[in-house]
């Protein structure tokens, strides 16, 4: 089973800052399929990213992803107050998939 | 516009089965990953398993011995079974579709079970 940490635990910044979370992988990510997700508190998890750096259909220009085997970022390049989340990164590229265990982004 | 909804019991006694559906509009359930993510209260996600093209399985190692995901096309649904349940199966259970991989593009809102004693 691949184990995905993501780092830091919390984010603690203001509206306009850039924010960059980390997602690492015990093992390479076969073909790059990482996806990253956005929660909010009571609700289901939001696609963001797929395939490590396309936009999922409707998200902003301002999250970007990026990176490759075992070391993966999401980039929020400028935080808006609905930004302000949870947000997990998922791997599909074995057969047993897993999720990282999330980052808080808060408002500072 | 796809839309996922899941019913089911909210409270399940301990050592019985847990039983969920997942209603899919919008979409043919014969095509896809269907698949069951739950969620323990405050913590993270964890994958339970999906079906796909409408027969073929996969689940979490963890929790295989313990898991059928099934899917009903005349109904445009896929259920969810976990035996022998204790109170680490407490948790938000979400149904979500993948489209063509499983990266999860449409969730249901979820909903709470709890395990009692």
């Known amino acids: 089973e691949i184990v995905l940490t993501q780092s830091p635990g919390t984010l603690s910044l203001s509206p306009g800052e850039r924010a960059t979370l980390s997602c690492r992988a015990s093992?390479?990510?076969?073909?790059?399929?990482l996806g990253w997700y956005q929660q909010k508190p009571g609700q289901a998890p939001r696609l963001l990213i797929y395939?490590?750096?396309s936009r999922a259909t409707g998200i902003p220009d301002r999250f970007s992803g990026s990176g490759s085997g075992t070391d993966f970022t999401l980039t929020i390049s400028r935080l808006e107050p609905e930004d302000f989340a949870v947000y997990y990164c998922?791997?599909?590229?074995?057969?047993?998939?897993?999720f990282g265990g999330g980052t808080n982004v808060e408002i500072k | 516009q796809v839309q996922l909804q899941e019913s089911g019991p909210g409270l399940v006694k301990s050592s019985e089965t847990l039983s969920l559906t997942c209603t899919v509009s919008?979409?043919?359930?014969?095509?896809?990953?269907w698949t069951w993510i739950r969620q323990p209260p405050g913590k993270g996600l964890e994958w339970i398993g999906y079906?796909?093209?409408?027969?073929?399985?996969n689940y979490n190692p963890s929790l295989k011995s313990r898991v059928t995901i099934s899917v009903d096309t005349s109904k445009n649904q896929f259920s969810l079974k976990l035996t022998s349940v204790t109170a680490a199966d407490t948790a938000v259970y979400y149904c979500?579709?993948?489209?063509?991989?499983?990266?999860?593009?449409?969730w249901g809102q979820g909903t709470l079970v709890t395990v009692s004693s």
């Open positions: 919008g979409d043919f359930i014969s095509t896809y990953y």
């Open positions: 093992q390479s990510v076969s073909s790059n399929y």
């Open positions: 979500a579709r993948g489209q063509w991989l499983p990266v999860y593009d449409y």
């Open positions: 998922q791997q599909y590229g074995s057969s047993s998939l897993t």
């Open positions: 395939g490590a750096s």
């Open positions: 079906n796909y093209h409408s027969g073929r399985t």
